[in-house]
């Protein structure tokens, strides 16, 4: 068992090693996460093997309720800036000067400057100590929980044998992509995005739950050493650099040894403007380090800063451009971003073309038109911003957000106190129904286990799922058909949809994705209101007397339901036998047709069997011809024969919308 514990560490380590600072990996998905579980088996059966370099241990820290100071025993020492090669030339002109060399003699070990925080991270014997922020230089804040949950930070040092005292000092960052994702899912939920990279990964190294920490995506380069006790003897700083690499860290890309002659110094800028574009994470400058560490403790330091090393910063990055139009993207929550069309512009080493403009307040403060010259800003933000008018266009046109949906052409509304303008074609709107469905589908909701967001994303773009209830008539074929799908993994998701029907009143209310009815939200409702029909029936009022929902929650909730389309959904899913437990316990669905005989003729938008099965679970029975018995009919389009008799006889007759109203209200 021991053994067994140990390999899966060490492989479990390893594959961590390959993927995330190797950028490699060299396992399945599926291997891996076996192999993971087994582990975590091993260690709940026999907690006391459980190794402190284990990868269960890098989320395993409960949430801090304060951050604890920690003092550095190596100063942690910050640079000074040069602007221009002038200034970077000149810095180094006079180390060399109180060296008695010439700058040329010097050698230089360049570094990209990564636009994070500055973390030391401590390791005793090899493992893992502690990690903690720069603060002032000398005592910052213990962000273990945090740093541990880093995948390219080891637990556990590669060299060997491993030093008695290692601090490695590096910038923790947030890469590009991950900035992105993580901008377009606070959009989603309407949440606070990040201004840029740095603040994302500022932000999260200050939270006190790891668990946050550890679904971000943050990474770790490392640039120096702060105290070191071990046997490798180091001359150059790229020596140090190798160890840090052999140790299992991450290399920083394109590093450069050269002789600082000003001709070096001008070419190893102009590739790393050129390599800064493509980079995967943010570089605000250049840290020009003299390699030799015997001369660096020669020129020693002043106040924070060191005199053997300069950052050269990259220029703001700001350029003027002309404002051709706005577009309004639909968010997958419905809320309308308008989005600038720019003349192109080459800003930071790319071609820009669209900019943000984030809601129409950000528009209305910019007093910005159709027409104008904009300034473009790029610095550290992923995403170019538009920061002020320049000059305003000689034929400007105002920006009016649209009255209706571009996608779908459902009303926009805008909430009262809210910046976000929202579609308000909720579950009819194609730009929102890929998301609601994998809302709907998700884990924390109706658990269906087997339909993911990328067979979502499939299924939705061949058609096979409009709205959530085509959910409950998907059929093998739809999935079997899909590449890298067959008849078992199909079979698989139908069996996952059919054992997720039966739910709870709470969990089926925040599945829907009403705008801002969160999980919690949705469960404080259920709670109050206990069934449904009460929940359809429920006003503004009525709703804001449940414990923390506000007025922008109710009135979602009173609009949500007081749309047809949504109500017509919700009918397709409850005919397609989803059940749910109500707010006390189980909800025995009340047979309030108990004893009725409808009759559904003409064509209804939802399948026949749909409706049927609505008035079969209120109790009715459901017959195919009209007769003096019948309770009444639900006339489609183009009904014919059994309108006219129904007419004839005086039964009542409703058409599909009152249908629809009536369930709900006789499910009352
Ligand atoms: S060396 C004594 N190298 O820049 C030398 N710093 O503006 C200390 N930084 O606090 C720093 N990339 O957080 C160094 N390759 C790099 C760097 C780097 C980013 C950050 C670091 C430092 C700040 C100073």
Sequence with gaps: MQKRYNDLVASINQWDYEYYVLDNPTVSDAQYDQSFR??????????ELTS?????????????????????????LSLANAFSLEETYSFFEKAAKELDRSPESLTLFSEPKLDGLAISIHYDHGLFSYAATRGDGQVGEDVSHNIKTIKSVPLKLA?????????????VFMPKAAFEKLNLVAQQNDSKRFVNPRNAAAGTIRQMNPKIAAERDLQFIPYGIGEYEGDTEF??????????????????????????????????????EQARAKLPMEIDGIVYKINELALQTTLGFIARSPLWAVARKFPPQQVVTQLLAVDFQVGRTGVLTPVARLAPVFVGGVTVSNATLHNRDEIERLGLCIGDDIEIHRAGDVIPKVVKVVTQGTDRK????????????????????QAAFRCTGGLSCAAQAAEHIRHYASRKFMNITNLGSKLIELLYSKGSIKSIADIYTLKLC?????????????QNVLDSIEASKTTKLGTFIGALGIPEVGEEGAKAIARHFKNYPAIVAASVDDIMQVPDIGPVMAKNVVDFFNDAKNRAVIAKIIAAGVTWQDGQGEAAQEKVLAGQTWVLTGTLSMPRNGAKAILERLGAKVAGSVSKKTSCVVAGQDAGSKLDKAESLGVKIIDEAAFLRMFVDVAK
Excluded: W
């Excluded at 790229?238 to 000003?262: D, M, P, T, V, W």
């Excluded at 999935?479 to 078992?488: M, W």
């Design 159 to 171: 060299s060997n044998p491993p030093p008695k005292k290692l601090d490695v000092r590096g910038e």
């Design 235 to 272: 001359k150059t700083h790229s020596q140090i650099i190798a160890y840090l690499a052999a140790s299992g860290f991450r290399k920083n890309l394109h590093c450069y040894e050269f002789s600082g002659s000003y001709d070096a110094f001008a070419k190893n800028y102009r590739i790393m």
């Design 52 to 76: 402190p370099e284990s990868p269960s241990q890098r989320v395993g820290a409960k949430p801090i309720n304060e951050f604890q100071k920690i003092g550095h025993s190596v100063k942690m």
């Design 398 to 417: 105002p920006i009016i957000m649209p009255g209706r949906c571009p996608v779908c052409d459902a009303a926009i509304e805008r909430a009262v106190g």
């Design 478 to 490: 739809d999935i079997a058909d899909l590449e890298g799908h067959g008849e078992k993994s199909a």
């Design 38 to 47: 087994e582990l975590l088996a091993i260690e709940a059966g026999h907690p």
